[in-house]
């Protein structure tokens, strides 16, 4: 890209490439340097954009509307479209700031705000997904005890502990990563401030930090993961042992989270627990297009498209607003 080629060769912004030591801004390649693909990208990305916040506004919506909503399942739900609609923000805008400017260039604490913004975010629906997990799994498989264990008390530790949880392990790796010197251009190849593509411009070693930021995050994606195969490996145990309907029923609700768990802990293994040497940085920015603009606007379609409930919920809706006689 022409971006990458004038940085490296320490042209651009009239600065040297090897003084990046003592510069407060880092460059991000983007997408593409062509106006007419940024024009295209930032028309789709912002309809995305768009999308993602009313479909998970939507559900948030509706879930404190309608009173047959107010499970567990719903409440966590509610929650893990909040983290959407904060992570596609923490993200997003800047995109398409990027895109339709072409300037692409952020400061060490804008860089480092949204790192932490975006990898607190996501390491909170990591662990929602593990409580949802769980919550099909006291559902299904425990229904006797399940109002008990899941009352609403319980509901708001476990979401409060997501949320918190998130923002406290991203600290660490923030503060690490920007505890290191800068050097080089200072060009990032990527489209945001992404953790493991900021660590490569550090210039000293960065072994124990790395150390620190891989079991933080096989801690995040690994623990949440073998709660959610747990869980539904025991509730696929009891559909296939009680060959009951109404567990039938019940798992085929499930089938909309394993899609979601795929999706994310898919894409989020490639780029924070796979070694860099085994991923290019351009595949690494597809991977990243994927889960960062992408899985959030999916999320709300895919919970709701064979939801029952979600759909006489939204006809309530559609009639309360009188554009159902």
Same mark, same amino acid.
């Given at each position: ?16 490439? *090897? ?11 983007? &997408? ?73 260039? &952020? ?16 390491s909170? *629906? ?16 425990? %229904? ?5 264990v899941?009352?609403r ?27 290191? %010197? ?25 072994h ?15 623990? %949440? ?9 025991h ?39 796979? %070694?860099?040497? *085994?991923?290019?940085?351009?595949? *690494? ?10 899985t ?22 559609v009639?309360? &607003?009188?554009?159902?006689?």
């Amino acid at each position: 890209m022409d971006i990458y080629l004038r940085l490296s060769k320490g042209k651009s912004l009239g600065w040297g490439a *090897e003084n990046f030591t003592s510069s407060t801004e880092f460059i991000l390649v983007g &997408l593409s340097s062509d106006p007419k693909i940024r024009n295209i990208l930032f028309a789709v990305i912002l309809l995305i954009y768009t999308f993602t916040l009313l479909g998970n506004l939507g559900v948030i919506m509706l879930v404190l509307a309608d009173s047959h909503l107010h499970t567990p399942m719903y409440f966590f739900l509610a929650n893990l479209s909040g983290m959407e609609i904060c992570y596609v923000t923490s993200t997003i805008p800047q995109m398409l700031a990027h895109l339709l400017t072409g300037h692409a260039g &952020l400061s060490l604490i804008r860089c480092a705000l949204q790192m932490y913004g975006a990898l607190s975010l996501g390491s909170a *629906e990591a662990l929602l997904l593990g409580v949802m997990a769980y919550d099909r799994y006291l559902a299904i498989c425990q %229904p006797l005890i399940y109002a008990t264990v899941m009352g609403r008390w319980r509901q708001l530790q476990l979401a409060s502990a997501c949320w918190v949880c998130g923002f406290l392990g991203s600290v660490i790796c923030v503060f690490l990563t920007f505890s290191h %010197p800068f050097c080089g251009s200072g060009l990032i190849n990527h489209f945001i401030c992404e953790l493991p593509m900021v660590l490569k411009l550090t210039c000293d070693d960065t072994h124990i930090t790395e150390i620190i930021i891989f079991l933080l995050a096989a801690v995040v994606i690994f623990g %949440p993961l073998s709660v959610i195969l747990t869980s539904y490996g025991h509730i696929l145990f009891s559909v296939y042992k009680m060959r009951s309907a109404r567990l039938r029923k019940a798992f085929s609700t499930c089938s909309s989270h394993l899609v979601v768990v795929i999706l994310y802990y898919g894409t989020t293994t490639f780029i924070y627990i796979i %070694p860099r040497s *085994e991923t290019s940085p351009d595949n *690494e920015k597809k991977i990243a297009m994927f889960y960062v603009v992408v899985t959030p606007l999916l999320n709300p379609i895919i919970y709701t498209l064979r939801n029952k409930d979600v759909h006489v919920a939204m006809a309530k809706v559609v009639r309360k &607003l009188g554009f159902e006689q």
